[in-house]
């Protein structure tokens, strides 16, 4: 079990770690990728990425477009990843 979100670094089994104030579309998707090579070299037979959140607009932790993001550059980089490694 591995969680990611947009503000935060890394929910290694749902413990907070690292917390970015100025957080960027491309550091989510490196944390991303960080994820799925963690989960795909665990020795277990599950193996899932929850991402938090998706409209968590006034904690910090969201994937919908928004003014500051009204492309929707944080999906974008879901998508990009999940499709990199799905080959």
């Known amino acids: 079990k591995y969680g990611i979100n947009n503000n935060f670094k890394f929910l290694h089994f749902l413990k907070w770690t690292h917390n970015y104030i100025d957080k960027t579309p491309l550091q989510f998707k490196r944390h991303l990728e960080d994820a799925y090579d963690f989960i795909l070299n665990r020795k277990t ?6 991402i ?3 409209n968590e607009l006034g904690e910090g932790g969201w994937l919908v477009p928004t003014k500051g993001d009204p492309s929707g550059e944080y999906l974008r980089q879901v998508k990009n ?3 990199e490694y799905r080959k």
Not at 45 to 50: A, C, Y
């Open 45 to 50: 037979k599950e193996k899932f990425i929850f």
């Open 52 to 54: 938090y959140a998706w």
């Open 81 to 83: 990843v999940v499709k």
